[in-house]
């Protein structure tokens, strides 16, 4: 806290003891401790309640050179000292002070503590000349006058002389408030003896009735009387009054009104100075609470830059300014305003204040971005419409500031004309919203998605240059993940919908191409998807044309391969530790007409983009299921268990587990005969779904296997969660186990995380008895590879199964 001056000694030090420009401090030399007043602390720059260690902390080496003597002799010697020295601020700077010191003794004439004063003073060289910078008060620009115990002027200078209207010859030895009217003059009379006999400031602002003129008066304590700065605020008091009188004129109006002052456009802007009540009604701010800071807190994050930008080159010219402006209100609800902007100034074309009128016509944005929302929008699935992608593709075409690189994407709903046909109109046009939805999700917020009309619509992707991308690896993408969205099945009132698109793509970027030959284009390769089969993606591009026409060859042919029953099921034997059969996998294959045998993984992640691999899924598990069952009714054969791959998009089908149920209990088989091969990749992600459906499979009975385990997504903490009776070890480890150190180790690691959770496990891609004996050795006795045979067709595995009996378990 602030601590006592110390007493006075001469002039000088009284003056210091009573200006507010001067930090006093003590330091009790029995306790050690030193006090700093408040006004010290400021002079140091330093925050409220700071203390250093001792007096001279902050001050520049040179000067603390020059001052510890001093400082020394004063407390050894009670010699005071008075000299000029340089202050390090806390802040960085520099400044110069005066600093002064002077003994404190007891009643004994003990030296108990020093005390002092620091002031800040001009950077000059000599004492006499910065004594209080009263000689710079007393010649400087500003009035100044010293008033004596009684009220009595005893000196003025010649800006006090001019501002009085009268020479000091005249006024000397009058009372400061002679001239102020009879109520006035006694209550400023009792103010002056009051802040006199407490040392205190005296401030006042006052009419001088002779002069007519308004003046500030800043008065402090001075050689018993005070001494005082004078100003004439007459102009300043007359625009008060003209802004209240504005006030009372514009405070009822409608119409939110803003007065600033006139200020730099800079950081943070002119201030506000008065609002009026339509400003508070409208906005939730009272006026106390924006009086003193800048409109641009008004304007919120979001506000448009061309508008503020427009207001700040109108008003750097002094000219007015009318915009639409999005501003916030104290709750932060936006709304707009129409703001007319405009300077004022005074007689002397001086530039006083800006008034801002704005007319709040919120509900006015609102009908017209709802009359453009019509004009531009399908009103069935809210996308933009044909009008808008035009306007759009325009822009990207001939905007040379945006890149010209992108897709353009036709889609069309196969057999949506069925649809509309049978259920009627309000169900296709509930799967015309569904389906932008999904399109929607399927494109970057940038991108563009329209609804031409029907059950046509175009997607504009543009590179944007924010994140490059190739075009035409951006829209292989974007169609695939489109294919698979739009090939969900639909939820319509009371029915489920199963439907496909056709989608058709041409890039632009590389040659000059209107609009319209775009829209050609994409609709020429659409209707080459169709071609194609439906439910596939054509690429006008004739340097993906040849790709994708072999990717839509492949789907088509798979559909055909469905439909003519193409497909057939070998048969690989699993053999245990003794060379006796315990099992078989069934393995897909297509035996096309003209390709002749076509390599599961040649086709299967068509079948899984087409989803074929539902009903061909299906029916592999059908004919697994009668086998089992076949074999049941050999001795020699129904202890034999068939495994049977499961692809992931099979798996998460929300049906699965009820065409298990339902095949295991049409073939009447035992459950446990039927082993699922499920691949790592289900657990990339939906563990926990995954999780609950395994566990209803395993409730049913089924053997549950992970195939091709350590090449996915292999987790500890999901293995321990899922209910499994095997785990198979890929080929890929199996194939170099021999030769290849880090294959060993991992077909080791695999075989000892097997037994720790209690789970079989079996080696697939077995070539050589090597290979078998170093598996057997790690604890791995169950197997299948080309050791023992290779996949074959049923009645040639029973043929091969007759001329190596198999022998039941006991």
């Given at each position: 806290?602030?601590i006592?001056?110390?007493?006075?000694?001469d002039?000088v030090?009284?003056?210091?003891?009573h200006a507010?420009?001067?930090?006093?401090?003590?330091l009790?030399?029995?306790?050690?401790?030193?006090?700093?007043?408040?006004?010290?602390?400021a002079?140091?720059r330093?925050?409220p309640?700071?203390?250093p260690?001792?007096?001279l902390?902050h001050?520049t080496?040179?000067?603390r050179?020059?001052?510890?003597p001093?400082?020394?002799?004063?407390?050894?010697?009670?010699?005071?000292f008075?000299?000029?020295?340089?202050?390090?601020?806390l802040?960085?700077?520099r400044?110069?002070?005066r600093?002064l010191?002077?003994?404190?003794r007891?009643e004994?004439g003990?030296?108990?503590?020093?005390q002092?004063?620091v002031?800040?003073i001009?950077?000059?060289g000599?004492?006499a000349?910065?004594?209080?910078?009263m000689g710079?008060?007393l010649?400087s620009g500003?009035?100044?006058?010293?008033i004596?115990?009684?009220g009595q002027y005893?000196f003025?200078?010649?800006q006090?002389e001019r501002?009085?209207?009268s020479?000091?010859q005249?006024?000397?030895?009058?009372?400061l408030?002679?001239?102020?009217q009879?109520t006035?003059?006694l209550?400023?009379?009792?103010?002056?003896?009051?802040?006199?006999?407490?040392g205190?400031r005296?401030?006042?602002?006052?009419?001088?009735?002779r002069?007519?003129h308004w003046?500030e008066?800043?008065?402090?304590?001075?050689?018993?009387g005070?001494a005082?700065?004078l100003?004439?605020v007459?102009?300043?008091r007359?625009?008060?009054?003209?802004?209240r009188?504005?006030?009372?004129?514009i405070?009822?109006?409608n119409d939110i009104?803003?007065i600033?002052?006139?200020?730099?456009?800079s950081?943070?802007?002119?201030?506000i100075?008065?609002v009026n009540?339509?400003f508070?009604r409208?906005?939730?701010y009272s006026?106390?609470?924006?009086?003193?800071?800048s409109?641009?807190?008004?304007?919120?994050?979001?506000?448009q830059?061309?508008a503020?930008?427009?207001?700040?080159?109108?008003l750097?010219?002094w000219r007015?300014?009318r915009v639409?402006?999005i501003n916030?209100?104290?709750?932060?609800?936006p709304?707009?305003v129409?703001l007319?902007?405009?300077p004022?100034?005074?007689?002397q074309?001086?530039?006083t204040?800006w008034v801002?009128v704005?007319?709040?016509?919120?509900e006015?944005k609102?009908a017209?971005?709802?009359?453009q929302?019509?004009?531009f929008y399908?009103a069935?699935?809210?996308?933009p419409n044909r009008?808008l992608l035009m306007?759009r593709?325009?822009?990207a075409?001939?905007?040379p500031a945006r890149?010209?690189e992108?897709?353009?994407?036709f889609?069309?709903l196969?057999?949506?004309?069925?649809?509309?046909?049978?259920l009627g109109?309000?169900k296709?046009?509930?799967?015309?919203?569904?389906?932008?939805e999904r399109?929607?999700s399927?494109v970057?917020k940038g991108?563009?998605v329209?609804?031409?009309g029907g059950?046509?619509?175009v997607?504009?992707?543009e590179?944007?240059g924010?994140?490059?991308l190739?075009?035409a690896k951006g829209?292989?993408?974007?169609?695939?993940?489109?294919?698979a969205a739009?090939g969900?099945?639909y939820?319509l009132?009371?029915?489920l919908?199963?439907?496909?698109?056709?989608?058709g793509?041409?890039?632009f970027g590389h040659?000059?191409r209107t609009v319209s030959?775009?829209l050609?284009?994409?609709?020429?390769a659409?209707?080459?998807a169709?071609?194609?089969g439906r439910n596939?993606?054509?690429?006008?591009?004739?340097?993906?044309q040849?790709?994708v026409?072999a990717n839509?060859a492949l789907?088509?042919?798979?559909r055909?391969?469905?439909?003519?029953?193409?497909f057939q099921?070998?048969y690989?034997?699993?053999v245990?530790?003794?060379g006796?059969?315990?099992?078989?996998e069934?393995l897909l294959?297509w035996?096309?007409?003209?390709r002749?045998?076509v390599?599961?993984?040649?086709f299967?992640a068509?079948a899984e983009?087409?989803?074929l691999?539902?009903?061909?899924g299906?029916w592999?598990?059908?004919q697994?299921?009668?086998q089992?069952?076949?074999?049941a009714?050999r001795?020699?054969?129904?202890?034999?268990?068939?495994a049977?791959?499961?692809?992931?998009?099979?798996?998460?089908?929300?049906e699965?587990?009820d065409?298990v149920m339902s095949a295991?209990?049409q073939?009447?088989i035992?459950?446990?005969?039927?082993?699922?091969?499920?691949?790592?990749?289900l657990l990339?992600?939906?563990i926990?779904?995954?999780i609950?459906?395994m566990?209803r499979?395993k409730a049913?009975?089924?053997?549950l296997s992970?195939?091709d385990?350590?090449?996915?997504?292999?987790?500890l903490?999901?293995l321990k969660?899922?209910p499994?009776d095997?785990?198979?070890?890929?080929?890929?480890?199996v194939k170099?186990?021999?030769?290849?150190a880090?294959?060993?180790?991992?077909?080791?690691?695999?075989?000892?995380?097997?037994?720790?959770?209690?789970?079989?496990?079996l080696a697939e891609?077995?070539?050589?008895?090597?290979?078998?004996e170093?598996l057997?050795?790690?604890?791995?006795?169950?197997?299948?590879?080309y050791?023992?045979c290779?996949?074959?067709p049923?009645?040639?595995l029973e043929?091969f199964m007759?001329?190596l009996p198999?022998?039941?378990p006991?």
């Amino acid at each position: 806290m602030p601590i006592s001056h110390p007493a006075p000694q001469d002039g000088v030090l009284r003056m210091l003891e009573h200006a507010a420009s001067i930090g006093v401090w003590r330091l009790d030399l029995d306790r050690g401790a030193l006090e700093w007043s408040e006004q010290l602390a400021a002079i140091h720059r330093a925050p409220p309640g700071y203390r250093p260690d001792e007096p001279l902390a902050h001050y520049t080496p040179e000067s603390r050179a020059k001052l510890a003597p001093l400082l020394q002799a004063c407390i050894a010697e009670g010699a005071p000292f008075d000299d000029e020295a340089q202050v390090l601020q806390l802040d960085g700077r520099r400044s110069w002070v005066r600093a002064l010191g002077q003994p404190v003794r007891d009643e004994a004439g003990r030296i108990v503590a020093v005390q002092g004063a620091v002031q800040e003073i001009a950077p000059r060289g000599a004492r006499a000349a910065t004594l209080l910078r009263m000689g710079a008060a007393l010649s400087s620009g500003e009035a100044f006058v010293t008033i004596d115990a009684n009220g009595q002027y005893t000196f003025l200078n010649e800006q006090a002389e001019r501002l009085l209207g009268s020479d000091a010859q005249q006024l000397l030895g009058r009372r400061l408030w002679n001239s102020f009217q009879k109520t006035v003059r006694l209550r400023l009379e009792e103010q002056f003896r009051t802040a006199c006999a407490r040392g205190a400031r005296l401030e006042f602002e006052e009419l001088d009735a002779r002069l007519a003129h308004w003046f500030e008066v800043r008065a402090f304590p001075f050689a018993g009387g005070m001494a005082a700065h004078l100003r004439d605020v007459t102009s300043r008091r007359k625009a008060q009054e003209q802004l209240r009188l504005l006030e009372g004129s514009i405070s009822r109006l409608n119409d939110i009104v803003i007065i600033t002052e006139a200020g730099p456009f800079s950081e943070p802007g002119p201030r506000i100075v008065f609002v009026n009540e339509a400003f508070e009604r409208r906005t939730g701010y009272s006026r106390d609470e924006v009086v003193g800071r800048s409109p641009r807190f008004l304007q919120g994050p979001n506000s448009q830059r061309r508008a503020l930008d427009q207001i700040r080159a109108a008003l750097e010219e002094w000219r007015p300014a009318r915009v639409d402006l999005i501003n916030y209100k104290k709750n932060g609800e936006p709304y707009w305003v129409d703001l007319d902007v405009s300077p004022v100034w005074d007689k002397q074309r001086k530039l006083t204040h800006w008034v801002a009128v704005g007319r709040d016509v919120t509900e006015r944005k609102l009908a017209e971005e709802k009359i453009q929302h019509l004009a531009f929008y399908d009103a069935l699935t809210k996308l933009p419409n044909r009008q808008l992608l035009m306007d759009r593709l325009h822009a990207a075409l001939s905007d040379p500031a945006r890149p010209r690189e992108g897709a353009l994407m036709f889609i069309d709903l196969d057999n949506f004309k069925v649809l509309n046909d049978t259920l009627g109109h309000q169900k296709g046009d509930t799967l015309l919203q569904l389906v932008a939805e999904r399109l929607r999700s399927c494109v970057s917020k940038g991108d563009t998605v329209a609804r031409l009309g029907g059950d046509e619509f175009v997607i504009l992707l543009e590179n944007r240059g924010d994140k490059p991308l190739d075009p035409a690896k951006g829209a292989r993408a974007v169609a695939e993940r489109i294919l698979a969205a739009l090939g969900e099945p639909y939820v319509l009132p009371g029915y489920l919908h199963h439907s496909t698109c056709s989608i058709g793509v041409t890039l632009f970027g590389h040659t000059d191409r209107t609009v319209s030959e775009l829209l050609k284009q994409a609709d020429l390769a659409m209707y080459q998807a169709k071609n194609a089969g439906r439910n596939t993606v054509c690429f006008f591009d004739p340097e993906m044309q040849a790709v994708v026409s072999a990717n839509a060859a492949l789907a088509s042919d798979l559909r055909q391969a469905w439909r003519e029953t193409q497909f057939q099921i070998d048969y690989q034997p699993q053999v245990g530790h003794d060379g006796q059969m315990i099992g078989v996998e069934a393995l897909l294959r297509w035996k096309h007409p003209q390709r002749g045998m076509v390599r599961p993984d040649h086709f299967i992640a068509a079948a899984e983009e087409t989803s074929l691999i539902i009903p061909i899924g299906r029916w592999v598990l059908d004919q697994a299921c009668a086998q089992i069952a076949a074999w049941a009714h050999r001795q020699e054969r129904r202890h034999l268990t068939v495994a049977v791959n499961v692809s992931v998009r099979q798996f998460r089908h929300p049906e699965f587990v009820d065409e298990v149920m339902s095949a295991i209990e049409q073939s009447g088989i035992q459950p446990h005969k039927l082993k699922l091969e499920l691949t790592e990749s289900l657990l990339a992600d939906g563990i926990d779904v995954t999780i609950a459906k395994m566990g209803r499979l395993k409730a049913m009975g089924v053997t549950l296997s992970l195939d091709d385990f350590g090449i996915g997504y292999s987790s500890l903490s999901y293995l321990k969660r899922l209910p499994l009776d095997q785990l198979k070890i890929d080929r890929e480890f199996v194939k170099d186990i021999l030769t290849d150190a880090n294959d060993a180790a991992i077909a080791k690691a695999v075989i000892n995380l097997a037994h720790s959770l209690d789970l079989d496990v079996l080696a697939e891609g077995v070539e050589t008895e090597a290979q078998r004996e170093f598996l057997a050795r790690q604890g791995c006795h169950s197997y299948q590879g080309y050791l023992f045979c290779k996949p074959l067709p049923i009645d040639e595995l029973e043929a091969f199964m007759e001329r190596l009996p198999v022998e039941a378990p006991a």
